[in-house]
């Protein structure tokens, strides 16, 4: 019903930058808000920033000053810009998104198929 699809991810120097793009498709009547996450290997996957469709936004502490999360709700698009990168930072990227499904008015969790970041020299 609602699809999420992930650009943006590949391989990047330390102190690089990366910019993610989620976006969102399908029977969407309207959205809650959407966010990135991630899990590097051998971790649990953890957040990494989250927006509302007003423009309320959240931050890992990880990455607060280096990250930022922006939406364009005429796309149901949600970004990521990534500044500063650091080692830590290499992980499979995924987007969640929160909707109401048109027609039935219910809601709706979705999660992408994940993007890999890689930070290396």
């Known amino acids: 019903q609602v699809q999420l699809v992930e650009s943006g991810g590949g391989l990047v120097q330390p102190g690089g930058s990366l910019r993610l793009s989620c976006a969102a498709s399908g029977s969407i009547f309207s959205v809650y808000g959407m966010g990135w996450y991630r899990q590097a290997p051998g971790k649990e996957r953890e957040l990494v920033a989250t927006i509302t469709s007003s423009g309320s936004t959240n931050y890992a502490d990880s990455v607060k000053g280096r990250f930022t999360i922006s939406i364009d709700n005429a796309k149901n698009t949600v970004y990521l810009q990534m500044n500063s990168l650091k080692f830590e930072d290499t992980a499979v990227y995924y987007c969640?998104?929160?909707?109401?499904?048109?027609?039935?008015?219910?809601?709706?969790?979705?999660w992408g198929q994940g993007t890999l970041v890689t930070v290396s020299s």
């Open positions: 969640d998104g929160q909707f109401v499904v048109a027609q039935t008015y219910r809601y709706l969790d979705v």
